[in-house]
């Protein structure tokens, strides 16, 4: 049977509020200045705060302006609207660490509905300052954007650059539309995922360009949503990718997974570029989980170091105590936890390098190196 009949993604339609019927608010008629070095913060959220008082608006960042401020939480019924030339800059790591600011990201909405951020100016997490300390304080160090248990969420258009952590991370949202987004940070950027999704249902990222240093594209387990009907596991998937072009970073990735599932995701016609990997699955050893009807089609790889990647053994531990990574590589691991089913990849490969397989599926097959 062909796979792409076993895959049912529903996409809805979100309804959004017409932006000519909402109350525009602009955060300079709350003191911002929007000059890059006054800080914006209290202007902001009290815009936010307004915002919320009158059921929902339109927040106008102004074109040409940049609007420094430290963290900021989103709301239901709200249109972020970043102007073309507009960026919203984060504050640097030492305003974050005089201030105490432990935030999961620069920018979070937690249980909200009808979230909109569009136009084609830029958010900007000053990542610069983080990514030489990542040894020190990895264990706050913030994301760009997280989102969180969102009903109908659309983002289009917007730049998102240089992120301490990963930049757009979308987690247990339902009606999710990501189109014609940027995602712009250097290849040596750590830990700079361009697009998360974990949990969730009905979610599409199209026609988007993403230049990073970690995964390009990352679908994994909500492990802290135990709702799932799989044995109580976490749960990611019904996810559908199309029509992005990734340059450098790690990979269109499923993963990694431990105990969770991910089921029902769709990567086609993406083109990658100078990255490590093309598609890429890596899951955890000496753990029960599930990683089921993935579809990458039309894939095509230019400069790609690792064609086709699947680890079973992929072990990353990190010490709270130092600090420090260490891979875990003399363990022996009992690989027969983990299951692989209904996977297909078609690709286009004008420089093959590799097809990797490791442990599980026992097919070791390249012109180049796995390492």
């Excluded at 937690?110 to 979230?115: A, C, G, I, K, Q």
């Excluded at 250097?186 to 230049?211: A, K």
């Excluded at 995964?215 to 044995?231: G, H, P, R």
């Amino acid at each position: 049977m062909n796979l792409s009949l076993l895959i049912l993604v529903s996409f809805l339609t979100i309804s959004t509020t017409t932006l000519s019927k909402r109350v525009v608010l602009r955060p300079e008629d709350f003191g911002a200045k929007g000059d890059g070095s006054h800080n914006d913060t209290t202007a902001l959220t009290e815009t936010i705060d307004r915002c919320e008082q009158k059921g929902g608006c339109e927040i106008l960042l102004t074109s040409g302006k940049t609007y420094l401020t430290g963290p900021l939480r989103l709301i239901s019924h709200l249109t972020l609207n970043v102007e073309e030339s507009a960026t919203l800059q984060s504050m640097n790591r030492t305003q974050y660490i005089e201030n105490d600011w432990k935030p999961e990201a620069f920018l979070t909405a937690y249980f909200v509905s009808d979230l909109t951020l569009m136009g084609t100016g830029s958010i900007d997490g000053a990542g610069a300052d983080w990514w030489s300390h990542t040894k020190d304080d990895r264990h706050y160090r913030p994301h760009l954007i997280k989102l969180h248990t969102i009903d109908e969420l659309l983002v289009d258009g917007v730049r998102f650059a240089n992120s301490p952590n990963h930049h757009v991370y979308v987690e247990n949202c339902t009606h999710v539309r990501i189109r014609n987004i940027r995602v712009e940070a250097p290849s040596t950027s750590p830990n700079t995922d361009g697009i998360n999704f974990s949990g969730g249902h009905d979610q599409l990222l199209e026609n988007s360009h993403i230049s990073n240093g970690d995964d390009c594209i990352s679908v994994v387990c909500d492990n802290a949503n135990q709702t799932s009907n799989d044995k109580g596991m976490g749960y990611g998937g019904n996810v559908r990718v199309s029509n992005v072009t990734c340059v450098h970073g790690h990979g269109i990735s499923i993963g990694s997974v431990r105990h969770g599932v991910v089921r029902n995701v769709t990567m086609e016609n993406i083109t990658l570029w100078y990255a490590e990997n093309g598609p890429r699955i890596k899951t955890y050893p000496n753990n029960t989980g599930l990683v089921s009807d993935i579809l990458y089609r039309n894939i095509r790889l230019h400069d790609v170091q690792r064609g086709i990647y699947i680890n079973g053994e992929y072990v990353v531990l990190f010490s709270y105590h130092d600090y420090s990574f260490k891979s875990q590589k003399k363990k022996t691991f009992d690989t027969n936890t983990q299951v692989l089913s209904k996977v297909t990849i078609t690709i286009s490969l004008p420089s093959w390098r590799a097809l990797c397989l490791d442990r599980k599926c026992r097919i070791r097959r390249h012109s180049g190196e796995c390492k």
